[in-house]
């Protein structure tokens, strides 16, 4: 029996986006906005999916985690996305994907799709560099960097909160991430993260990375991608067993804009 071209195309959609989840889910599949127009709409349905609601815009650069096909639908996905702030932070840490609806699979791309920089390492092994190389007429002093410094951690001299189990809750009053009773032997964490651009420049602030301890150092597990030199993400998986985490940070003009924390299990 011959499958119809919308039915098929349906289960191509599944078994494309259905890969990241694969070779033991060790990638979370986050897409962006990626529309010239600068915004995609998010279609929220009740009922029956055809029948919308409400729609809220996302702009050009916004992050969501992608879920499934849309039921029923061969243009559209759906996906989750966090709540957004009524009033404009300079920075955003979100811990909670709270919203959720279709969005359309032309408006957006996912993050493994968007031009990479070609990460190396420095000298002394301790910084992560990551270069824009997309375009080779530019002039390689010119061209874009992210450099993450990845050093020991001196979290056992900081002050600890920790619950009747004795997970930790809370180091210097901010959550902790990649661990969990313990502080392991020749714990890392992340000091800095620096953008280098011509005409713009920025150290993270230090909401952005505080308490981001055990960061990979396996460009398996890393990436640095752009829509344009005013989006760019930073994309790492972090820690490992049951303390493994994704986060996800969003670079907007040369400043770091928000964070996405996704806990993810081994």
């Known amino acids: 029996m011959m499958i119809s071209v919308n039915k098929a195309f349906y289960l191509s959609a599944i078994s494309l986006f259905s890969l990241a989840f694969v070779k033991g889910q060790q990638k979370i599949p986050f897409g962006v906005v990626k529309a010239e127009e600068g915004y995609a709409n998010v279609r929220v349905p009740k009922d029956n999916y055809r029948k919308i609601v409400d729609k809220i815009r996302m702009r050009k650069g916004d992050v969501f985690l992608y879920v499934k096909p849309a039921p029923g639908e061969t243009e559209w996905l759906w996906i989750k996305y966090p709540e957004k702030q009524d009033t404009e932070k300079p ?15 032309e408006r957006v791309a996912f993050i493994d799709q968007l031009p990479q920089y070609t990460p ?14 997309n375009n080779p007429k530019i002039p390689t002093a010119q061209r ?29 009053k901010v959550k902790p991430y990649g661990i969990s009773k313990e502080l392991p032997e020749g714990m890392t964490e992340i000091k800095s993260i620096r953008v280098q651009q011509v005409g713009r420049g920025s150290v993270f602030v230090r909401e952005a990375i505080k308490n981001m301890f055990q ?7 890393i990436s640095v991608a752009a829509i344009d030199n005013d ?12 303390n493994r985490y994704t986060t996800l940070w969003t670079i907007r003009e040369g400043r770091v804009a928000h964070q996405i924390i996704y806990k993810s299990p081994e």
Do not use: Q
């Open 91 to 105: 920075f955003v840490r979100y811990e909670n994907l709270d919203k959720e609806g279709m969005v359309n699979k």
């Open 120 to 133: 190396s390492k420095s000298k002394n092994g301790r910084s992560l560099i990551f270069t824009d190389n």
């Open 144 to 172: 874009n960097k992210v450099i993450i410094d990845v050093y020991p951690s001196n979290a056992s001299y900081r002050k600890m909160e920790k619950d009747a189990d004795g997970t930790i809750l809370t180091i210097d």
């Open 215 to 221: 960061p990979t150092m396996d460009f398996n597990n």
């Open 231 to 242: 989006h760019i993400f930073i994309y790492m998986v972090n820690g490992s067993g049951e």
